[in-house]
């Protein structure tokens, strides 16, 4: 008798170690991140103006829909280099929205932003928007762990609003953590998200604290940087310091098509680089309608890449409160 309550009690014991272990994983595996906190870096020319330090426009501001237009520039592109500096930021936000940009050739495209001032790129950034008060994407993204690159990429699709921010995040069956699911709301717990793992080890769902070391244990970031508005502030608060290394060009201007996207990529590396700088070197994917990076990849001291993300449909949206609540029926919460 003795024996079997003993065997009982102790199938008990491994339920119970169990189950807390699934509760951990859920914690360790739902953090999210949008891959790259990134730095711009332009070096070449010297005694040529240095980057500006204001902070990106936020994404709250009046944004443009997806169907916005504008009357394409008058100056061919290949005049615009020797326009003053505010009138060659105007003609990339026209050519931007009116397509232009989009139609042009990829040698056009390099030698458009070959003959810009130094601080156009980044004025047109700032002026914005550089992304929208409501929307929704689908993104790919890599974050080196523990000096593990990932097989796949987390292919994410995400739910934004910025006033006040709310965040959904679902993995998509296709990537790494396929039915992993998040909700954050900064009205509701500030300081905490909600989530589930995917799969067949879809346990209960719980709270956790934003910025732990469990939360932490899947990406650098936290979820309030999801979003392209993120990249873009992280290239314009860094001016500084990239001005004080002496960057102030791109080491390298082309045109790449990344997973679906058409991008004009600025490749920018820092003398000293890391922990100076956060990457020694940065890629850059300037999307050829909006102005923010679409695509973005990072380089540490030994030329190991360690966060990749792409943005692929990017779509403004309106959202119901229902879009942000964990008993959405939709969901796997």
Known sequence: MHRARQRRQNHKRIRVVACVWNLVSVVALVAIAVPATLRAQEATSTGVAALPTFAATSAAGPAPSARA???PPKTPAAQVGTLPLDAQVRWLSHAALSGMLADMSDAALVSLFKSLDPLALPRYLKEGPNG???YEFTMLKRERIHDRWPDR?????VRVTRDPLRVYAKWLPDGAHAGQEILYDETARPDEMYGHLGGFLN???MWTSLDGSLAR???RHSVRDLGTEFITQQFLAEGKKFAEAGVTRANAIEVKTI??????????????GQPD????????????RRPYFRTAESFDNAGK?????VFQNIVPKTFDDAAFNPKNSAYGF
């Open 259 to 272: 997973d679906g996207a058409r991008v004009v990529t600025f490749t920018y590396e820092t003398p000293s």
């Open 153 to 157: 990429a987390d292919h994410m699709l």
């Open 277 to 288: 700088f956060y990457a020694k070197k940065e890629i850059l994917g300037l999307d050829l």
């Open 305 to 309: 890449i360690f966060e990749s993300i």
């Open 132 to 134: 929208y008060p409501s």
């Open 217 to 219: 244990s899947q990406s």
């Open 203 to 205: 346990v209960m769902a």
């Open 69 to 71: 237009t504008s009357a």
